[in-house]
């Protein structure tokens, strides 16, 4: 497994004797990242952006096509930006990025394989839409991955869920 650090410095130059000028690096040490491509980072992308500051200011596109996530970072950012467009309050913008991002690592996470086959059909796809193509976010979408007895409960399970009874 390959982690990628990159480490900045803080540089300045400065016009020394005769005009000479010297480039000097300070030891300070002004950002550092880890990244794992393998590691489920697309989906914690929300924390790598803060402000107007994100994750290709800070370490460089050519480091992130070295690490080989660059058109990922892309999509990401995308995401963010769509949704802050599409709700113009920053905290309800904020409230539907983490949202969107969680749901995806959830149902993107291999795990939810087995849910996934036992999803109704018809409410799987609208999930799917939801999650690539950025349309209506169904409702109960949040519970797809309730345990059933929760879901019978609630009178969810046969709208839901492709059950044999």
Not at 44 to 50: M, W
Not at 70 to 79: K, P, Q, R, Y
Not at 90 to 112: C, G, M, S, V, W
Request: proline content about 4%; charged content about 30%.
């Amino acid at each position: 497994m390959n982690k990628f650090t990159q480490t900045t410095y803080n540089t300045h130059t400065t016009n020394g004797f005769m005009g000479h000028t010297h480039i000097i690096t300070t030891t300070t040490k002004k950002d550092k990242i880890t990244i794992d491509p393998e590691d489920n980072w697309f989906f914690r992308y929300p924390s790598y952006r803060k402000g107007n500051d994100n994750i290709r200011t800070i370490v460089g596109d050519e480091f992130l096509k070295k690490v080989g996530i660059f058109g990922d970072v892309l999509m990401a950012e995308w995401i963010c930006d769509y949704f802050e467009n599409k709700y113009p309050d920053p905290k309800e913008a904020n409230i539907h990025i983490q949202d969107y991002f969680l749901y995806r690592f959830t149902f993107e996470n291999i795990d939810a394989d087995d849910r996934k086959d036992t999803l109704n059909p018809s409410f799987l796809e609208k999930i799917e839409r939801y999650l690539y193509n950025f349309e209506e976010q169904p409702e109960h979408m949040d519970k797809w991955d309730w345990p059933i007895e929760s879901l019978r409960r609630l009178g969810l399970a046969n709208e839901l869920l492709n059950l044999k009874q």
